[in-house]
């Protein structure tokens, strides 16, 4: 199970940290991911973090200004947003994949993240 928190209203150019606390999986045994979507729009890939957190990855869109990150003592990951964007407003998903699989198989419900402008 993944849980999401931590999103919210912001103003442009503020900052939001979004968790994604995980039960039954080990978080460092997987590939997470975060994903948003916004109304109207198709999901989107936003960042991952790679399942031996050797490498990550991010969406041209939030390159320079979103951090993804892992706590493997609180088997958590985070998804740090800064100078964030009224086009940043989103539901924002975290998800799970286990090494050497095609897709992420398992899904947070998603937590609103809102910029106002």
């Known amino acids: 199970q993944l849980v999401e928190s931590g999103g919210g209203l912001v103003q442009a150019g503020g900052s939001l940290r979004l968790s994604c606390a995980a039960s039954?999986?080990?978080?460092?045994?997987?590939?997470m991911g975060w994903f948003r979507q916004a109304p109207g729009k198709e999901r989107e890939f936003v960042a991952s973090i790679s399942w031996n957190g050797g490498s990550t990855a991010y969406a041209d869109s939030v390159r320079g200004r979103f951090t993804i990150s892992g706590d493997n003592a609180k088997n958590t990951v985070y998804l740090q947003m800064n100078s964030l964007k009224p086009e940043d407003t989103a539901v924002y998903y975290c998800a799970a994949k286990r090494p050497f699989s095609s897709g992420y198989g398992y899904w947070g419900q998603g937590t609103q993240v809102t910029v106002s402008s």
């Open positions: 039954g999986l080990t978080v460092s045994s997987y590939t």
